[in-house]
């Protein structure tokens, strides 16, 4: 899955004004763009009890396509090239954005509907 450009939305314009962004590798699945972190975590007595499944496991036959990251790498701002004006639009629309997904999440939990979503 593509990750965005770091954008930001400008009041005089209906296109977003993308930003100076860099690549960087992507912590969830330390740049190898599958991850197997959806099967959750395992105890070592779920090791004990199914050997072969772990066996697969470990040789990656589970793994899936990392989400949000482009082959193992992520955009983030490169805030070194970008304005000061530009880093304040940034961050503050992340954090109206992280509000916005909080929101949504209480309500999605209210009417139970989380579970369609896995
Ligand atoms: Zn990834």
Redesign the pocket.
Known sequence: MPSPIPSIYVDDSDEPKELPWKWVI?S??E???T?SAYLGVFTRDDVDDDPEFFEEYRKGTFDRP????DG?R?RVIDEDRCSPEDLAAYRKQLQDDAEDAAIRRSEMMLEGGWRDMY
């Open positions: 992507h969830s699945c740049g190898h763009g991850s990392c989400e949000g990251c193992g992520v």
